[in-house]
């Protein structure tokens, strides 16, 4: 069996027993990695990995993974796929890569994603668009295009990337792999450069719910550097995997399966609750009223942090800075007009406007008192029902180009996704089936605050009887083995 075949899991163990050596697997890996990127365009920057001397303990040390490029890497170019940070290169470790180092992670480089983490295709970034692996004329979804197509294509075993709005969760649908948003608070963001900061949550990008909660087990926990990280009790979360939801009460939300639906995606998603339920899972239908408000709640509070977020980028402190200006306004007037991209520029105004005097009351307070009406109808939800389940997008991957010409269709095709941001629930997607031009479906489980390991051992319970998150495990650039 080829170690591209192996999940995450499989090779730390391979590794550990000395089935592989380390060094073949990093030799295979890069040579992947650089056939791959003429094709996908993953990465952004290629590192060659520091070895540890010995393997350690963590079950998934010396696994070769890689990061966003919008999480600080000491040493590292840490770009957000844009032109106004440059060649910056961090002085210090996000708090989730000192954790990954110390169980024995090894990067391969950094990630190619939507500039600052703002699109739902990764063709925003300054290095060119993410391929989808499974059709290289499609997109790979985003913002962590890059995350869920390096996995797709076998470049590497995990992946973590950052969820502001569905960012892990929908290229991992469009890419057939599992994608984990966990609750809010319970990864640090130290280190994560901010687009909405209330909204932001990093996670795991892998093959299987197994790998994911390896990869959870290494990152979660309290940390001092951030306010917002919570306490509790960490690290239980793969030894938690029954794969029983005997009596797991499963509710359909059916605002999610009505118009704009795509029908293919609708049965692969209710296929889904079949399996679960064969399993001894109760499913039921119930209403969920608020779906309409999601997208105009989530744009206006994401774009109104990411105005502010984004100010500090002038030239002045670090990245890229115009030449041929006259004073400091023009400069920070010319770096940030040449530096950003239209998309970045499109979400700015519009958080600056909704912030404006006059308009502040009118727009962004309501959004804010609109996120609240929706967290209330999630937290009724999870009174009657353990988790729920809803597809991850409207339809398949797109083509390139095609999202672009509507940034407004882009926008709507996050409506499934961006309501657990709103909420700070946890939520993955795992692959579910293919359609008609044989792209990946993803279907989402979504569970109540602090309930990931409820949806994670749902997912693998739905693993454990198909085999779709198996088709990605031995690519080579072309269709599924």
Same mark, same amino acid.
């Given at each position: 069996?080829?170690?591209?075949?192996?999940?995450?899991?499989?090779? $730390?163990?391979?590794?550990?027993?000395?089935?592989?050596?380390?060094?073949?697997?990093?030799?295979?890996?890069?040579?992947?990695?650089?056939?791959?990127?003429?094709?996908?365009?993953?990465?952004?920057?290629?590192?060659?990995?520091?070895?540890?001397?010995?393997? /350690?303990?963590?079950?998934?040390?010396?696994?070769?993974?890689?990061?966003?490029?919008?999480?600080?890497?000491?040493?590292?170019?840490?770009?957000? *796929?844009?032109? #106004?940070?440059?060649?910056?290169?961090?002085?210090?470790?996000?708090?989730?890569?000192?954790?990954?180092?110390?169980?024995?992670?090894?990067?391969? $480089?950094?990630?190619?994603?939507?500039?600052?983490?703002?699109?739902?295709?990764?063709?925003?970034?300054?290095?060119?668009?993410?391929?989808?692996?499974?059709?290289?004329?499609?997109?790979?979804?985003?913002?962590?295009?890059?995350?869920?197509? *390096?996995?797709?294509? /076998?470049?590497?075993?995990?992946?973590?990337?950052?969820?502001?709005?569905?960012?892990?969760?929908?290229?991992?649908?469009?890419?057939?792999?599992? &994608?984990?948003?966990?609750?809010? &608070?319970?990864?640090?963001?130290?280190?994560?450069?901010?687009?909405?900061?209330?909204?932001?949550?990093?996670?795991?990008?892998?093959?299987?719910? *197994?790998?994911?909660?390896?990869?959870?087990?290494?990152?979660?926990?309290?940390?001092?550097?951030?306010?917002?990280?919570?306490?509790?009790?960490? $690290?239980?979360?793969?030894?938690?995997?029954?794969?029983?939801?005997?009596?797991?009460?499963?509710?359909?939300?059916?605002?999610?399966?009505?118009?704009?639906?795509?029908?293919?995606?609708?049965?692969?998603?209710?296929?889904?609750?079949?399996?679960?339920?064969?399993?001894?899972?109760?499913?039921?239908?119930?209403?969920?009223?608020?779906?309409?408000?999601?997208?105009?709640?989530?744009? #206006?509070? *994401?774009?109104?942090?990411?105005?502010?977020?984004?100010?500090?980028?002038?030239?002045?402190?670090?990245?890229?800075?115009?030449?041929?200006?006259?004073?400091?306004?023009?400069?920070?007037?010319?770096?940030?007009?040449?530096?950003?991209?239209?998309?970045?520029?499109?979400?700015?105004?519009?958080?600056?406007?909704?912030?404006?005097?006059?308009?502040?009351?009118?727009?962004?307070?309501?959004?804010?008192?609109?996120?609240? #009406?929706?967290?209330?109808?999630?937290?009724?939800?999870?009174?009657?029902?353990?988790?729920?389940?809803?597809?991850?997008?409207?339809?398949?991957?797109?083509?390139?180009?095609?999202?672009?010409?509507?940034?407004?269709?882009?926008?709507?095709?996050?409506?499934?996704?961006?309501?657990?941001?709103?909420?700070?629930?946890?939520?993955?997607?795992?692959?579910?089936?293919?359609?008609?031009?044989?792209?990946?479906?993803?279907?989402?489980?979504? /569970?109540?605050?602090?309930?990931?390991?409820? #949806?994670?051992?749902?997912?693998?319970?739905?693993?454990?009887?198909?085999?779709?998150?198996?088709?990605?495990?031995?690519?080579? $650039?072309?269709?599924?083995?």
């Amino acid at each position: 069996m080829e170690i591209f075949e192996l999940t995450a899991l499989e090779l $730390g163990a391979a590794l550990k027993k000395g089935e592989v050596a380390l060094q073949d697997v990093l030799s295979q890996t890069q040579d992947r990695i650089y056939t791959c990127q003429e094709e996908n365009n993953a990465f952004i920057s290629i590192t060659k990995p520091d070895l540890a001397p010995t393997i /350690g303990d963590s079950l998934l040390a010396g696994v070769p993974m890689a990061l966003k490029d919008n999480i600080c890497t000491k040493g590292v170019k840490t770009s957000c *796929a844009s032109k #106004i940070l440059g060649d910056f290169i961090p002085p210090y470790n996000a708090s989730i890569v000192e954790k990954l180092i110390a169980a024995g992670a090894i990067s391969m $480089g950094k990630l190619n994603m939507d500039e600052f983490a703002m699109g739902s295709t990764s063709e925003t970034s300054f290095y060119g668009p993410v391929r989808n692996p499974w059709d290289l004329s499609r997109v790979s979804g985003g913002s962590s295009g890059g995350a869920a197509a *390096a996995v797709a294509a /076998g470049e590497v075993w995990y992946a973590i990337g950052s969820d502001t709005g569905g960012s892990i969760r929908q290229p991992a649908a469009y890419c057939g792999v599992t &994608g984990m948003k966990p609750t809010y &608070g319970t990864v640090s963001r130290y280190g994560l450069i901010a687009y909405a900061s209330s909204l932001d949550q990093m996670g795991p990008v892998a093959r299987s719910a *197994a790998d994911c909660a390896a990869v959870l087990d290494i990152i979660q926990g309290k940390d001092p550097y951030d306010a917002t990280s919570l306490s509790g009790c960490y $690290g239980n979360l793969l030894s938690s995997l029954s794969g029983d939801v005997k009596g797991l009460r499963i509710g359909l939300p059916t605002d999610c399966f009505g118009e704009g639906l795509d029908p293919e995606v609708r049965q692969a998603v209710l296929d889904v609750a079949q399996v679960l339920k064969s399993r001894g899972a109760i499913v039921e239908e119930f209403s969920l009223p608020i779906m309409e408000y999601v997208v105009p709640a989530y744009y #206006i509070i *994401a774009c109104a942090e990411a105005s502010s977020n984004l100010s500090r980028f002038d030239g002045v402190k670090y990245g890229w800075r115009a030449e041929n200006y006259e004073d400091l306004t023009d400069l920070y007037t010319k770096t940030r007009s040449e530096g950003f991209g239209s998309e970045v520029k499109r979400r700015i105004l519009l958080g600056t406007f909704v912030l404006s005097t006059g308009y502040y009351d009118a727009y962004y307070k309501k959004a804010l008192q609109v996120k609240f #009406i929706i967290k209330t109808a999630y937290d009724d939800a999870f009174q009657k029902y353990d988790m729920l389940l809803t597809p991850v997008t409207p339809a398949t991957a797109p083509q390139l180009g095609e999202s672009l010409s509507d940034p407004l269709k882009m926008y709507l095709s996050d409506i499934y996704t961006v309501p657990l941001n709103l909420a700070g629930l946890p939520g993955i997607s795992i692959p579910c089936g293919f359609d008609s031009n044989g792209m990946p479906i993803g279907a989402q489980l979504i /569970g109540p605050a602090l309930g990931d390991s409820v #949806i994670l051992n749902a997912a693998h319970s739905y693993q454990l009887e198909t085999d779709f998150h198996k088709k990605t495990l031995h690519r080579k $650039g072309g269709t599924s083995a």
